[in-house]
Protein backbone atom coordinates (compact mmCIF):
# COMPACT_ATOMS: atom_id res chain seq x y z
CA UNK A 1 0.00 0.00 0.00
CA UNK A 2 0.93 3.66 -0.15
CA UNK A 3 0.54 5.80 3.01
CA UNK A 4 0.97 9.02 3.83
CA UNK A 5 1.26 10.01 7.33
CA UNK A 6 0.72 13.41 8.14
CA UNK A 7 3.17 14.74 10.90
CA UNK A 8 5.16 12.20 10.05
CA UNK A 9 8.10 14.19 11.01
CA UNK A 10 6.65 14.37 15.05
CA UNK A 11 7.56 12.02 18.25
CA UNK A 12 4.67 9.83 17.15
CA UNK A 13 4.56 10.07 13.29
CA UNK A 14 8.63 9.12 13.13
CA UNK A 15 7.86 5.96 14.45
CA UNK A 16 4.39 5.41 12.23
CA UNK A 17 6.82 5.67 9.20
CA UNK A 18 9.23 3.30 10.22
CA UNK A 19 6.43 1.13 11.41
CA UNK A 20 4.81 0.99 8.09
CA UNK A 21 7.98 1.41 6.14
CA UNK A 22 8.78 -2.28 8.17
CA UNK A 23 5.31 -3.97 7.52
CA UNK A 24 6.34 -3.37 3.53
CA UNK A 25 4.40 -0.06 2.92
CA UNK A 26 5.45 3.22 0.58
CA UNK A 27 5.33 5.87 2.62
CA UNK A 28 4.61 9.45 1.79
CA UNK A 29 5.67 12.19 4.71
CA UNK A 30 3.67 14.93 4.91
CA UNK A 31 4.97 18.19 7.12
CA UNK A 32 5.50 21.37 6.64
CA UNK A 33 9.51 21.02 7.07
CA UNK A 34 8.51 18.66 3.80
CA UNK A 35 7.13 21.44 2.08
CA UNK A 36 2.91 20.38 2.77
CA UNK A 37 1.01 22.71 5.16
CA UNK A 38 -2.28 21.15 6.45
CA UNK A 39 -4.24 24.36 7.48
CA UNK A 40 -3.37 25.80 4.03
CA UNK A 41 -3.49 22.99 1.99
CA UNK A 42 -0.06 24.04 0.17
CA UNK A 43 1.77 20.78 -1.48
CA UNK A 44 -1.39 18.43 -0.41
CA UNK A 45 -2.76 17.29 -3.92
CA UNK A 46 0.92 16.44 -5.05
CA UNK A 47 1.53 14.64 -1.75
CA UNK A 48 -1.74 12.66 -1.99
CA UNK A 49 -1.42 11.27 -4.78
CA UNK A 50 -1.56 7.56 -5.76
CA UNK A 51 -2.26 7.28 -1.81
CA UNK A 52 -4.55 4.77 -0.28
CA UNK A 53 -4.78 5.22 3.34
CA UNK A 54 -3.91 8.35 5.51
CA UNK A 55 -2.71 8.15 9.05
CA UNK A 56 -3.14 11.82 11.04
CA UNK A 57 -0.65 11.94 13.66
CA UNK A 58 -0.34 15.98 13.23
CA UNK A 59 -0.35 18.05 16.06
CA UNK A 60 -0.26 21.78 17.74
CA UNK A 61 1.61 22.53 20.83
CA UNK A 62 -0.12 25.02 22.60
CA UNK A 63 -1.91 25.66 25.37
CA UNK A 64 -4.79 27.62 23.74
CA UNK A 65 -8.19 25.65 23.44
CA UNK A 66 -9.04 27.44 20.57
CA UNK A 67 -6.06 27.43 18.64
CA UNK A 68 -6.06 23.33 18.95
CA UNK A 69 -9.37 23.47 17.98
CA UNK A 70 -9.17 25.53 15.32
CA UNK A 71 -5.82 23.91 13.93
CA UNK A 72 -7.44 20.09 14.28
CA UNK A 73 -10.87 20.79 12.28
CA UNK A 74 -8.87 22.70 9.58
CA UNK A 75 -6.30 19.87 9.37
CA UNK A 76 -9.05 17.06 9.04
CA UNK A 77 -11.27 19.25 6.80
CA UNK A 78 -8.42 19.96 4.64
CA UNK A 79 -6.93 16.48 4.86
CA UNK A 80 -10.56 14.81 4.30
CA UNK A 81 -11.03 17.26 1.14
CA UNK A 82 -7.96 16.66 -0.51
CA UNK A 83 -8.60 12.54 0.32
CA UNK A 84 -12.05 12.70 -1.63
CA UNK A 85 -9.89 14.11 -5.15
CA UNK A 86 -6.99 11.33 -4.91
CA UNK A 87 -9.07 8.68 -4.26
CA UNK A 88 -7.67 7.55 -0.95
CA UNK A 89 -10.01 5.35 0.69
CA UNK A 90 -9.19 4.94 4.62
CA UNK A 91 -8.75 7.80 7.08
CA UNK A 92 -6.85 6.72 10.48
CA UNK A 93 -6.36 9.18 13.13
CA UNK A 94 -4.95 8.75 16.45
CA UNK A 95 -6.49 10.38 19.28
CA UNK A 96 -6.38 10.22 23.17
CA UNK A 97 -8.02 8.36 26.28
CA UNK A 98 -10.36 9.99 28.20
CA UNK A 99 -11.04 13.01 25.96
CA UNK A 100 -14.79 12.94 26.23
CA UNK A 101 -14.45 12.78 30.70
CA UNK A 102 -11.57 15.57 30.70
CA UNK A 103 -13.12 19.03 30.15
CA UNK A 104 -9.71 20.32 28.87
CA UNK A 105 -9.47 22.41 25.86
CA UNK A 106 -6.98 20.79 23.93
CA UNK A 107 -9.24 17.50 25.00
CA UNK A 108 -12.10 19.15 23.70
CA UNK A 109 -10.53 19.76 20.25
CA UNK A 110 -8.95 16.50 19.84
CA UNK A 111 -12.93 15.67 20.86
CA UNK A 112 -14.24 17.95 17.80
CA UNK A 113 -11.42 16.57 15.59
CA UNK A 114 -12.83 12.92 16.24
CA UNK A 115 -16.20 13.88 15.45
CA UNK A 116 -15.76 16.25 12.10
CA UNK A 117 -13.52 13.13 10.83
CA UNK A 118 -16.09 10.39 11.31
CA UNK A 119 -18.72 12.48 10.13
CA UNK A 120 -16.31 12.88 7.09
CA UNK A 121 -16.48 12.09 3.64
CA UNK A 122 -13.84 9.32 3.41
CA UNK A 123 -13.95 6.34 5.82
CA UNK A 124 -12.52 7.15 9.03
CA UNK A 125 -10.69 4.92 12.19
CA UNK A 126 -9.69 6.76 15.48
CA UNK A 127 -7.48 5.15 17.75
CA UNK A 128 -7.37 6.62 21.27
CA UNK A 129 -3.95 5.73 22.86
CA UNK A 130 -2.93 7.34 26.72
CA UNK A 131 -0.14 9.00 27.16
CA UNK A 132 3.25 7.81 25.57
CA UNK A 133 5.62 7.04 27.86
CA UNK A 134 7.38 9.37 25.58
CA UNK A 135 5.44 11.99 26.91
CA UNK A 136 7.16 12.30 30.55
CA UNK A 137 10.52 12.83 28.70
CA UNK A 138 8.00 15.80 26.46
CA UNK A 139 6.93 17.33 29.93
CA UNK A 140 10.66 17.56 31.12
CA UNK A 141 12.07 19.20 28.05
CA UNK A 142 9.15 21.40 26.52
CA UNK A 143 10.09 24.62 28.49
CA UNK A 144 13.95 25.32 29.09
CA UNK A 145 14.55 26.44 33.14
CA UNK A 146 15.00 24.49 36.61
CA UNK A 147 11.56 23.56 37.36
CA UNK A 148 9.47 21.22 35.12
CA UNK A 149 5.61 21.92 35.90
CA UNK A 150 3.55 18.69 35.89
CA UNK A 151 -0.64 18.16 36.38
CA UNK A 152 -1.65 15.92 38.73
CA UNK A 153 -2.68 13.11 36.28
CA UNK A 154 -3.23 9.62 36.91
CA UNK A 155 -2.24 8.01 33.57
CA UNK A 156 -1.28 4.44 31.94
CA UNK A 157 1.32 4.86 29.71
CA UNK A 158 2.34 3.15 26.81
CA UNK A 159 5.18 3.06 24.25
CA UNK A 160 4.48 4.97 21.26
CA UNK A 161 6.36 2.49 18.95
CA UNK A 162 3.45 0.45 20.16
CA UNK A 163 0.70 2.76 19.03
CA UNK A 164 2.53 3.26 16.12
CA UNK A 165 2.42 -0.50 14.84
CA UNK A 166 -1.18 -0.79 15.72
CA UNK A 167 -2.19 2.61 13.71
CA UNK A 168 -0.04 0.54 10.96
CA UNK A 169 -2.03 -2.65 11.55
CA UNK A 170 -5.86 -0.19 11.75
CA UNK A 171 -4.60 1.66 8.24
CA UNK A 172 -4.04 -2.26 6.81
CA UNK A 173 -7.70 -3.25 7.84
CA UNK A 174 -11.00 -2.25 6.59
CA UNK A 175 -12.53 1.31 8.64
CA UNK A 176 -13.96 0.58 11.42
CA UNK A 177 -15.12 4.07 13.44
CA UNK A 178 -13.88 3.73 16.60
CA UNK A 179 -11.19 1.30 17.47
CA UNK A 180 -10.76 -0.43 20.69
CA UNK A 181 -8.59 1.94 22.88
CA UNK A 182 -4.97 1.28 23.59
CA UNK A 183 -2.87 2.03 27.08
CA UNK A 184 0.01 0.87 28.55
CA UNK A 185 0.35 -2.07 30.95
CA UNK A 186 0.09 0.18 34.60
CA UNK A 187 -1.75 3.04 36.04
CA UNK A 188 0.89 5.74 36.94
CA UNK A 189 1.33 9.42 38.71
CA UNK A 190 2.65 11.04 35.75
CA UNK A 191 4.90 13.23 38.12
CA UNK A 192 6.62 9.98 39.16
CA UNK A 193 7.78 9.65 35.73
CA UNK A 194 8.96 12.40 35.02
CA UNK A 195 10.74 12.52 38.04
CA UNK A 196 12.20 9.19 36.70
CA UNK A 197 13.15 10.57 33.57
CA UNK A 198 14.70 13.81 35.05
CA UNK A 199 16.75 11.30 37.68
CA UNK A 200 17.82 8.46 35.31
CA UNK A 201 17.94 10.50 31.85
CA UNK A 202 17.65 13.87 32.48
CA UNK A 203 17.79 17.29 31.73
CA UNK A 204 18.51 17.01 35.88
CA UNK A 205 15.42 19.31 37.09
CA UNK A 206 12.87 19.89 39.61
CA UNK A 207 9.53 18.62 39.17
CA UNK A 208 6.30 20.37 40.34
CA UNK A 209 3.11 18.69 40.31
CA UNK A 210 0.29 21.03 40.41
CA UNK A 211 -3.39 20.36 40.11
CA UNK A 212 -5.04 21.54 36.80
CA UNK A 213 -8.03 23.89 37.38
CA UNK A 214 -11.41 23.16 38.03
CA UNK A 215 -13.67 20.11 36.74
CA UNK A 216 -10.53 19.40 34.60
CA UNK A 217 -8.45 19.16 37.41
CA UNK A 218 -10.51 16.73 39.14
CA UNK A 219 -10.74 14.42 36.13
CA UNK A 220 -7.20 14.22 35.40
CA UNK A 221 -6.18 13.46 39.02
CA UNK A 222 -8.98 10.74 39.45
CA UNK A 223 -8.24 8.72 36.78
CA UNK A 224 -10.43 10.72 33.97
CA UNK A 225 -7.51 9.51 31.65
CA UNK A 226 -7.10 6.13 32.00
CA UNK A 227 -9.15 3.29 29.91
CA UNK A 228 -12.76 2.92 30.84
CA UNK A 229 -13.24 -0.07 29.40
CA UNK A 230 -11.06 -3.72 28.52
CA UNK A 231 -9.07 -2.32 24.74
CA UNK A 232 -5.89 -2.87 24.14
CA UNK A 233 -3.09 -3.23 26.34
CA UNK A 234 1.17 -2.14 25.50
CA UNK A 235 3.13 -4.74 27.13
CA UNK A 236 6.38 -2.01 27.39
CA UNK A 237 6.44 -0.80 31.00
CA UNK A 238 7.34 2.54 31.30
CA UNK A 239 10.46 1.43 33.25
CA UNK A 240 11.56 -0.60 30.34
CA UNK A 241 11.33 2.17 28.36
CA UNK A 242 12.80 4.44 30.16
CA UNK A 243 15.86 1.89 30.19
CA UNK A 244 16.19 1.88 26.24
CA UNK A 245 16.19 5.98 25.87
CA UNK A 246 19.44 7.09 24.39
N1 LIG B 1 1.96 12.88 23.30
C1 LIG B 1 1.10 12.01 23.80
O1 LIG B 1 1.27 11.46 24.89
C2 LIG B 1 -0.14 11.64 22.99
C3 LIG B 1 -1.01 10.64 23.45
C4 LIG B 1 -2.11 10.24 22.66
C5 LIG B 1 -2.32 10.87 21.44
N2 LIG B 1 -1.47 11.86 21.03
C6 LIG B 1 -1.71 12.50 19.73
O2 LIG B 1 -0.66 12.09 18.87
C7 LIG B 1 -0.51 13.06 17.83
C8 LIG B 1 0.98 13.33 17.60
O3 LIG B 1 1.56 13.90 18.74
P1 LIG B 1 3.14 14.17 18.79
O4 LIG B 1 3.45 14.64 20.17
O5 LIG B 1 3.85 13.02 18.19
O6 LIG B 1 3.23 15.43 17.77
P2 LIG B 1 4.50 16.35 17.45
O7 LIG B 1 5.78 15.70 17.86
O8 LIG B 1 4.19 17.73 17.96
O9 LIG B 1 4.51 16.37 15.84
C9 LIG B 1 3.63 17.16 15.12
C10 LIG B 1 3.75 16.83 13.64
O10 LIG B 1 2.74 17.57 12.93
C11 LIG B 1 3.39 18.29 11.86
N3 LIG B 1 2.66 19.53 11.64
C12 LIG B 1 2.33 20.49 12.54
N4 LIG B 1 1.68 21.50 11.93
C13 LIG B 1 1.59 21.15 10.61
C14 LIG B 1 1.03 21.79 9.47
N5 LIG B 1 0.43 22.99 9.54
N6 LIG B 1 1.12 21.16 8.28
C15 LIG B 1 1.76 19.95 8.17
N7 LIG B 1 2.29 19.30 9.22
C16 LIG B 1 2.21 19.89 10.43
C17 LIG B 1 4.82 18.53 12.38
O11 LIG B 1 5.74 18.74 11.33
P3 LIG B 1 6.19 20.25 10.86
O12 LIG B 1 6.50 21.00 12.11
O13 LIG B 1 7.37 20.01 9.96
O14 LIG B 1 5.04 20.82 10.13
C18 LIG B 1 5.10 17.18 13.04
O15 LIG B 1 5.44 16.23 12.07
C19 LIG B 1 -1.34 14.28 18.26
O16 LIG B 1 -2.54 14.30 17.51
C20 LIG B 1 -1.65 14.01 19.73
O17 LIG B 1 -2.89 14.56 20.14
C21 LIG B 1 -0.39 12.24 21.76
Given at each position: MRVAV????GWLGKLVVTAATDAGHEVVVISRARGVDLTTGTGLDEALRGVDVVIDVSNIETVSGAKAAAFFETVTRNLQAAEVRAGVKHHVLVSIIGIDRVEWGYYQAKLNQEKVALAGPVPTTVLRAAQFHEFALQSLTRFGGPVALVPAMLSQPVAAREVAVELVRLAEGEPRGQAPELAGPEPLQMADLVRKVARQHGPRKWVLSFPLPGKAGKAMKSG??????PGLRGTQTFDEWLANLR
Open positions: AGGTGALPAG
